[in-house]
């Protein structure tokens, strides 16, 4: 048995729990990820957390540095947890937040290689994730993720990836810089997704379609049925987050080093052409909008038995199926 067959067989359980999972049961779902021998967090960081909860059991230590994203600057009740907080706004932009020339101008200008910091908070999607995690790598923090997007907590905070892009001469790379770096823990607070525009949980949802496409039909089957309406249901939005999750708790737990025949095929599921997207379109095609453009262009090709719920899915939530 290959270790993507043995991902899959060991997928089948959570399939059976999620597929029927609800209500109180969702806000007490706790899951634990591996750190792989071979990242340099191993020493002090075996395993993270990631759990549903309130932001508050997170913002409660000395020396923290909080970084978040400008979109949440007027929200009454998040600034009420922030009261009395050291608070770094940013405008996430995958061409300069996420740049690395950027994060270490960053740095510089805010002194934090000589800082005190116990840790580092980041409070936004992917893009700021991966800001906060150049950072806390540099200078050697823990890091804490609050995810704010459906694409973030279903995937962006999970798996220790620390990515930078580069612009240089009007080129544009994407992930130009890579390592890992684990966080400490990851807390999901449903209050997020009940601001979040129909166009983002659009995007977001390409990296739960990427686990239905290759580790459960099961779960593709949910997204394109009648009780998945995430614009209206938030209840059914936290339940798909928390199950993609889930699956790659299988996946990193089994295999946390990704091997070409293991996890890599599910993690990464997508993601050569997604770059190539990206990166032709100058960062203006959003991740998880490539993601899924790209998985549909390969199952396409293949002629996949999945592609009618792929179709589905994409007419569901206005997701192209083309690069622009």
């Known amino acids: 048995m290959t270790l993507y067959q043995q991902i899959l067989e060991s997928s089948v359980p959570v399939d059976s729990q999620f597929a029927?999972?609800?209500?109180?049961?969702?806000?007490?779902?706790?899951?634990?990820?591996?750190?792989?021998?071979?990242?340099k967090r191993f020493g002090s960081v075996q395993n993270y957390t990631y759990e549903v909860g309130s932001i508050d059991q997170i913002l409660k230590y000395e020396n923290q540095l909080i970084i978040a994203d400008n979109a949440f600057r007027g929200f009454s009740w998040l600034n009420e947890e922030l009261v009395g907080r050291s608070v770094i706004w940013l405008m996430p932009r995958e061409e300069e937040t996420k740049e690395r020339h950027w994060l270490d101008r960053f740095i510089?200008?805010?002194?934090?290689?000589?800082?005190?910091?116990?840790?580092?908070?980041?409070?936004?999607?992917?893009?700021?994730?991966?800001?906060?995690?150049?950072?806390?790598e540099q200078i050697g923090s823990d890091l804490?993720?609050?995810?704010?997007?459906?694409?973030?907590?279903?995937?962006?905070?999970?798996g220790g990836k620390v990515r930078a892009n580069e612009v240089e001469d009007g080129l544009y790379h994407k992930h130009a810089y890579k390592s890992f770096y684990e966080p400490n823990r990851?807390?999901?607070?449903?209050?997020?997704?009940?601001?979040?525009?129909?166009?983002q949980i659009a995007i977001g949802l390409g990296e739960v379609?990427?686990?239905?496409?290759?580790?459960?039909?099961?779960?593709?089957?949910?997204?394109?049925?009648?009780?998945?309406?995430?614009?209206?249901?938030k209840e059914s939005l936290l339940k798909v987050i928390l199950w993609a999750a889930a699956l790659k708790e299988v996946c990193l737990n089994i295999d946390p080093d990704e091997t070409?025949?293991?996890?890599?095929?599910?993690?990464?599921?997508?993601?050569?052409?997604?770059?190539?997207?990206?990166?032709s379109s100058r960062f203006e095609v959003p991740h998880g909008t490539a993601v899924a453009i790209a998985i549909y262009q390969e199952m396409s090709q293949k002629r996949s038995e999945l592609m009618p719920l792929l179709d589905a899915c994409c007419k569901k939530f206005s997701i192209p199926t083309k690069s622009p």
């Open 20 to 39: 029927t999972l609800s209500g109180e049961e969702l806000v007490h779902v706790k899951l634990s990820f591996r750190v792989s021998p071979s990242h």
């Open 108 to 136: 510089a200008d805010e002194n934090l290689r000589q800082s005190s910091l116990r840790e580092i908070v980041v409070i936004g999607g992917g893009i700021l994730l991966n800001a906060g995690a150049y950072i806390a």
């Open 144 to 158: 804490m993720y609050i995810p704010t997007t459906v694409l973030a907590m279903s995937d962006g905070s999970i």
């Open 186 to 199: 990851i807390l999901i607070d449903p209050r997020f997704l009940q601001s979040l525009p129909d166009k």
């Open 209 to 233: 379609i990427k686990h239905g496409v290759y580790q459960s039909r099961v779960l593709l089957e949910y997204l394109a049925s009648d009780d998945f309406r995430p614009q209206i249901d």
């Open 260 to 279: 070409a025949d293991g996890s890599h095929i599910i993690m990464r599921g997508g993601h050569e052409a997604s770059d190539k997207i990206e990166e």
